[in-house]
């Protein structure tokens, strides 16, 4: 693209993004200060919208970003924005603030950030299978009740309790612990399976009616989906576009479908920003939307995805800025 569309193009997307107002000649020469006349801007407002970078809506005069101009302005034109020192120092004592699992330190840096941008956050935590295992151990609550703990090197906790038809004995129990923690320190959550089943079964001559509940309520706890963050939903609604009433309902119907949730924040690149515009992604659903997220990463392990939804229009510089600054202050 010629330098002087490129100029015209970014001032249309900053002054949309700021006004929610489709954006003319004469508000670009004033607010801009564009060294082209309002003739020669209006030309080239002409060609950019032939070649598909802006629409006209029918009602106006001026110009509107299309998705593909709102791409064009993510991958080549975005200049990042500077958090304010109030900004910088309200996320690190959010992110100082102790705690006592990795889940909770995702549910502090959705707030955080649907706080600062006053967009609707989302995230999830890691993929469970893929976490290798610390440590497991089962305590005794009663003479058929235990309590099954797994802990993860990403610092996540799985509990369960795990009911029997039969008594086990202390004994039992401190059998379990060994084999447990002697065949399973070090590897995947998802190695929990039928071999290791059969393993216990077969060298510690104990009865199914033990081992069965044990091995059925691990993998229940181990296979249970991620959990889903959510934080500002209600500020989706003070913006301009959700007062259209179809805008609305995809929203609140995106938000309930929790498979499109899943599937948006489990895409992507590891150590990226994540953009997504419209329906770049071929669901109909999102084509009033634009998401962005970026994966929750400490010593190359997957502690969860974290992402903002919103409307096309929305303050790409702002929130990539701010999710480049979370995700740091994160991994420190």
């Known amino acids: 693209m010629e330098e002087r569309k490129k100029k015209i193009l970014q001032a249309i997307i900053d002054e949309y993004i700021n006004t929610a107002e489709p954006v003319s000649s004469g508000a670009l020469v004033h607010k801009y200060g564009l060294d082209f006349s309002s003739a020669t801007i209006r030309n080239e407002m002409a060609e950019l919208e ?3 970078y802006l629409d006209k809506p029918h009602t106006s005069s001026g110009r ?3 998705a593909q101009g709102y791409r064009f302005y993510v991958d080549e034109l975005i200049k990042e924005d ?3 020192l109030e900004e910088i120092k309200y996320i690190q004592s959010k992110l100082e603030t102790r705690v006592n699992a990795i889940e909770d ?11 600062i941008t006053h967009y609707t956050t989302v995230a999830i935590g ?8 610390e440590e497991v151990k089962f305590v005794l ?3 058929r009740m235990l309590m099954a703990v797994i802990l993860t090197d990403t610092g996540i906790v799985k509990e369960t309790i795990i009911k029997f038809d039969d008594d086990i004995t202390e004994e039992q129990v401190n059998t379990l612990n060994f084999i447990f923690s002697n065949k399973l320190k070090g590897k995947p959550l998802e190695e929990i ?3 290791l089943e ?5 060298e510690m001559n104990y009865s199914l009616s033990v081992i069965k509940p044990v091995m059925e309520q691990l993998n229940k706890v181990v296979n249970e989906e991620s959990q889903i963050y959510l934080e500002g939903a209600n500020k989706a609604f003070e913006l301009p576009e959700f007062k259209s009433l179809e805008v609305a309902k995809n929203f609140i119907n995106l938000l309930d479908t929790k498979e499109i949730v899943l599937d948006l924040l489990n895409t992507g690149f590891a150590n990226d920003i994540n953009v997504y515009i419209g329906d770049e992604q071929q669901n109909e659903q999102l084509k009033d939307f634009s998401i962005i997220t970026f994966k929750h990463r400490y010593q190359d392990k997957d502690l969860g995805t974290i992402g903002i939804i919103g409307p096309k229009r929305m303050d790409y510089s702002k929130v990539i800025s701010v999710m480049k600054y979370i995700s740091k202050k994160l991994n420190e």
């Open 82 to 84: 500077d958090l304010s």
């Open 198 to 202: 059969e393993y216990i079964f077969s």
């Open 126 to 133: 890691p993929k469970t299978g893929y976490q290798n295992i």
């Open 105 to 115: 330190l995702t549910k502090i840096a959705t707030n955080t950030l649907s706080e």
């Open 141 to 143: 609550l009663g003479t």
């Open 64 to 66: 509107i970003p299309s």
């Open 193 to 195: 399976d039928k071999p």
């Open 50 to 52: 032939k070649t598909g």
